[in-house]
């Protein structure tokens, strides 16, 4: 594996500060004890977590049933996830956190709204007695297209209170990707929005909405919040305004009192086929991981204002802007926007303006910051920051310098921190009070969590030697299948190696034994920290009537960390032109979205093949990344393409 050289050479190593050492939630000894007791007995460490972070109604018999590849944990357990990220923080003890700030929201126009736990109680349970009214029950799947407004966090919670799982579904697919969505869950009620702010101006959503359920039969209803109030398609006897059915709602709704491993939602997530998998979580254990991660990795305290970037589409939304922050009773501040409106400095002011304390972003992210220059950061006082994280992809140890630095003022710990949308919560990571950290390195596992780095045969490979990320045993926030398909689970996650779960990463450890995580090593390409499968956007081109053929590749970026290649072969007749690269762009956002548009078309009359027929992507990322290219290339069915291949003109 070809990146472990560079990464060696980081000899950096920052030890944690002893101020930060001294208030943490976690201190060294406090790890140190946890290492040892989830090193021994992983079942019982996190047993002790949950009963330490998590309240339950009735308490679990068996602490995990493990029968490869279907894990349960805490099982016989009741518990609720609206009531641990709501009620708990009302009662006893705790009642004062009733007017402190739960979601602090900024609308990307500047508009803000901060509901406090009282309020965010209020909302849920109305929004909670709207979703009974309109008949929904225990186990019914909801879909949620909606931008990032205060009214996912409470629909979200909602769900969670009666018991209905969610599938969120990220603001920015396409109405057939919706579509997809919705069927492949089977919800029966879809929450959105009329639009959401995005660069400066309305972005509507309901469109969208409207166009995918002309292929849904299953959905009944719809609710939409009104957040531009721009003009919109209303669909009497199926279609409903938020604000109303809202205005006449009671705030009273018990939660419902649930199996530990009762369905909490699912999240679609792109796979090496063309079919996004409908990644399941459920309750107690996902919550015990989010919750336990929460207060260990991000130092979680009452008095902490936590800033997660991610979108709430996205699973580090579902974990670290709702779920593991609101258990732990902290202040989670949630934007709407693109942090560059109106200015470059947009996430500065915001984290100025409410005193932010902890930030988590993407490296991506902080490329973008790079490139946009340091006075805009530096125009803001940024001394409420106490601690940094990442997230999503490899962060070069350049950006982790810039960060610590210039946004971190050196006195801020960084953790990056590795996880998946599967794995639900984070699995390798610093502690930020008790393990030294090195640019670029996500450290070690959390306490609880066996990672290993493996050869093809299953042999644990040693420094300087790369190869494949493998977790040994089953966590609490794991995947409990793919929807609906749980032989795909098997094999996607379970088969290359016998009882261990493949993460399809590459990696490597130092001597120190820290994991440097290389990236994906299956067809499936990392673009700003969003997970794309090359597949997808083949099936997406070839859908289209002038192709033929499409091979899709990554190619590295500096900013968005991977950019999307596509080699296409129209029919034949077709003219190959900008005029048809734009087309077939464009199609692609319309089949997908805006994230999987490719930033490079190539046409070309063929494609590397191999005598039996498989497309050489090897070749073609060579030379989509402007290599030569230096591997073997005597499989290849016919020579001349290469040479055509670098002549490819770009549409
Ligand atoms: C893939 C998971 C879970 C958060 C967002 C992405 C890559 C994630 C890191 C990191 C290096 C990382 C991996 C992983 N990744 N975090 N700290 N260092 N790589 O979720 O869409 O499920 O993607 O993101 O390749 O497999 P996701």
């Known amino acids: 594996m070809p990146d472990i050289e560079s990464l060696l050479k980081e000899t950096r190593v920052f030890k944690p500060h002893k101020e930060f050492t001294k208030q ?48 349960k944990w805490f099982v016989g357990g009741k518990l609720n996830v609206s009531y641990n990220c709501l009620d708990r923080h009302l009662e006893a003890e705790n009642a004062w956190r009733r007017n402190k700030a739960a979601i602090i929201w900024e609308g990307e126009p500047g508009d803000t709204r ?24 225990k186990g019914d799947r909801i ?44 919800a029966k009620l879809v929450v959105t929005a009329d639009g959401g702010y995005r660069r400066g101006s309305p972005h509507a959503l309901k469109p969208a909405v409207d166009e995918a359920l002309k292929g849904c039969d299953g959905v009944e209803t719809v ?41 909490l939602f699912i999240l679609y997530t792109s796979g090496t086929t063309g079919k996004p998998k409908g990644i399941l979580h459920t309750t107690g254990g996902y919550l015990t991981h989010v919750t336990t991660t929460a207060k260990a990795i991000f130092d979680l305290k009452d008095s902490d204002t936590f800033w997660c970037t991610a979108d709430i589409g996205w699973i580090t939304g579902h974990s670290y802007v709702i779920y593991g922050i609101l258990a732990n009773g902290a202040t989670s501040l949630m934007y709407e926007g693109t942090p560059t409106h109106p200015g470059p400095d947009r996430f500065w002011d915001i984290i100025e303006r409410w005193g932010v304390t902890i930030f988590y972003t993407a490296p991506t992210a902080i490329r973008t910051f790079i490139r946009l220059g340091d006075e805009h950061p530096k125009s803001h006082d ?11 992809e490899p962060i070069n140890p350049e950006a982790w310098m810039w960060y610590h630095r210039v946004i971190g003022g050196r006195r801020c710990p960084i953790v990056d921190t590795w996880w998946q949308t599967e794995t ?116 997406a081109l070839v859908s289209h009537p002038k192709v033929a053929e499409s091979a899709v590749v990554g190619r ?52 590397p093949k191999t005598r039996s027929g498989k497309i050489m992507r090897r070749l073609l990322r060579d030379i989509a990344s402007g290599k030569e290219t230096v591997g073997d290339t005597s499989t290849l069915e016919d020579y001349s393409v290469l040479a055509k291949l670098k002549e490819s003109e770009e549409g």
């Open 424 to 539: 639900g919560g984070i699995m390798i990571t610093p502690l930020p009070g008790a393990v030294d950290t090195k640019p670029g390195s996500a450290t070690l596992p959390f306490p609880g969590i066996q990672a290993e780095v493996w050869d093809e045969e299953g042999q644990t490979v040693t420094p300087p030697n790369g190869g494949f990320l493998v977790l040994k045993q089953p966590w609490p926030g794991m995947l409990r299948g793919i929807w609906g398909d749980p032989k795909r689970y098997q094999e996607t996650y379970w088969s290359q190696y016998k009882n261990t779960y493949f993460a399809g990463d590459g990696a490597h450890r130092d001597p120190q034994g820290y994991f440097w995580i290389m990236g994906r090593i299956d067809d499936v390409m990392n673009i700003s920290s969003h997970r794309i499968g090359t597949m997808e956007v083949e099936s």
């Open 24 to 71: 943490a939630n976690w201190n060294k000894k406090q790890v140190a004890e946890y290492r040892k007791l989830g090193a021994k007995d992983p079942a019982r460490f996190w047993a002790k977590m949950a009963k330490q972070n998590v309240s339950w109604f009735t308490p679990w018999k068996t602490t995990l049933q493990w029968k490869p590849p279907f894990a």
């Open 556 to 607: 590295p970026d500096e900013i968005t960390g991977t950019a999307i290649v596509a080699f296409v072969t129209p029919l034949g007749g077709i003219q190959a032109d900008k005029e048809l690269g734009e087309e077939l762009r464009n199609h692609v956002t319309k089949q997908i979205g805006a994230i999987a548009k490719p930033a490079e078309i190539r046409f070309t009359d063929a494609l």
């Open 382 to 392: 940024l001394s409420s920051l106490r601690l940094l994280g990442t997230v999503g």
């Open 143 to 186: 879909a949620l297209y909606m931008p990032m407004i205060p009214e996912l966090a409470i629909a979200m919670l909602a769900c969670t209170r009666i018991g209905a799982p969610h599938n969120v579904v990220f603001g920015g697919f396409s109405a057939q990707a919706l579509r997809d969505r919705i069927n492949d869950a089977g």
């Open 114 to 137: 901060v509901l406090t736990y009282g309020e965010l109680h209020r909302e849920v349970c109305k929004f909670a007695n709207v979703l009974k009214d309109q008949g929904v029950k």
């Open 223 to 263: 609710v939409m919040v009104k957040r531009t109030g721009e003009p919109t398609n209303f669909v009497e006897g199926r279609d409903l305004w938020w604000h109303e059915v809202m205005a006449g709602a009671s705030a009273k709704c018990p939660p419902a009192k649930l199996d530990a491993e009762h369905p």
